[in-house]
């Protein structure tokens, strides 16, 4: 998955730095950014996902006012994990991996624990964001996009002709949740069976691997590792998710009609029997005029996410301290 030349970043066209944070279920990363998207200052610390939301905001704002200690930023956007709805600012749906998230009104909690007027999304279309902006940059604004990011869950994010799709409760992109063949049976963290995510993810090629062998193994590196050393079993698991995730990509670039492919996440990191059983699923599925579309790296590496949050100021609903709920 070739990668072309990473773009610049902008993320406040009057001047001003932006903060930007990334919330995951094991670490919040915090960021000072200026216009042209250089970092000019980090912090990171450890989520309290078993604290509650509250605890999670707060940790967020603490987060927030280390990067920032001179409040030299107005603005502040957040990629949070879950589903995100950026115009209300609420965390519509979650896992448990952060408790009580679901329902949290991020953008108004966040923006009244900091001062910060607040854009927020899904942490996937935010980081999927300055993709689309380099896209753009190549296609008059009118670029198309289809970005996976695939690892401890399966993430997404759609872009049609220059615009991200959010959804109705900003569910758009949740690519994780599509029916798959290859995960047939197999119950989802979502609450329902046969999904992309139980097959094609990190966990879900180790379980699989596990369901072939009958042996617990620690973690996906292992399952690669046996996979390099000709394990036949290893070797399977993680060509049945590559190709599961490969014929889900495939059928929506059919459906969308992409310019572009990325897949991202650490899953596709293993190697190239992980990459090349994803290429071939991908492009057996395409309809003709997709002929030589391939998937490619993203083109930005690990702050991609805050980079994208910060720039969703730019191009989202913001959420003002002490506003009418």
């Known amino acids: 998955m070739t990668a072309p030349v990473a773009p610049t970043v902008r993320t406040a066209p009057e001047g001003r730095p932006v903060v930007g944070l990334d919330l995951g279920g ?3 990363a915090a960021a000072l950014l200026g216009a042209d998207g250089t970092v000019l200052a980090r912090h990171s610390r450890p989520t309290p996902a078993r604290a509650g939301a ?4 707060d940790a967020l704002a603490a987060a927030a006012a280390e990067a920032d200690p001179g409040r030299a930023a107005a ?4 990629a949070a994990a879950g589903v995100v709805d950026p115009r209300t600012g609420t965390v519509t749906s979650a896992t448990d991996s952060i408790l009580g998230w679901a329902g949290t009104a991020l953008g108004a909690g966040l923006a009244d624990r900091t ?13 999927a964001g300055p993709e689309l902006a380099a896209l753009n940059a190549e296609q008059q604004g009118r670029g198309s996009l289809l970005f996976a990011a695939i690892g401890t869950g399966v993430g997404g994010a759609i872009a049609v002709d220059g615009r991200m799709l959010h959804g109705a409760s900003g569910i758009a992109g949740h690519l994780g949740h599509l029916p798959s063949p290859e995960a047939a049976g197999l119950p989802c963290t979502c609450g329902s069976t046969g999904h992309l995510e139980v097959i094609a993810s990190g966990p879900g090629i180790a379980a699989h691997y596990e369901r072939l062998t009958g042996a617990p193994v620690d973690r996906l590196e292992t399952v690669a590792v046996r996979a390099a050393q000709g394990d036949p079993a290893a070797v399977s698991a993680i060509t049945t998710g ?3 995730a490969g014929h889900v990509l495939g ?3 059919n459906a969308f009609g992409p ?8 899953v596709p990191r293993i190697g190239p029997l992980y990459e090349d059983a994803l290429r071939a699923a991908f492009v057996s599925e395409l309809m003709e005029p997709l002929r030589g579309l391939v998937p490619r790296a ?16 730019t191009t989202l609903p913001l959420h003002h301290p002490g506003a009418h709920r």
Do not use: E, Q, S
């Not at 509250?54 to 905001?57: E, K, R, S, T, Y």
């Open 54 to 57: 509250a605890a999670v905001l």
């Open 115 to 127: 001062g910060y007027a607040v854009a927020c999304d899904n942490d996937v279309r935010a980081t």
């Open 298 to 313: 993203p083109l930005l590496g690990h702050d991609a996410a805050v980079l994208g949050a910060a720039a969703l100021t």
């Open 251 to 253: 059928g929506l670039a």
């Open 75 to 78: 603005v502040l956007g957040i």
């Open 259 to 266: 310019d572009r492919v990325v897949v991202g996440g650490g």
């Open 242 to 244: 590559a190709a599961a």
């Open 26 to 28: 094991t670490k919040i």
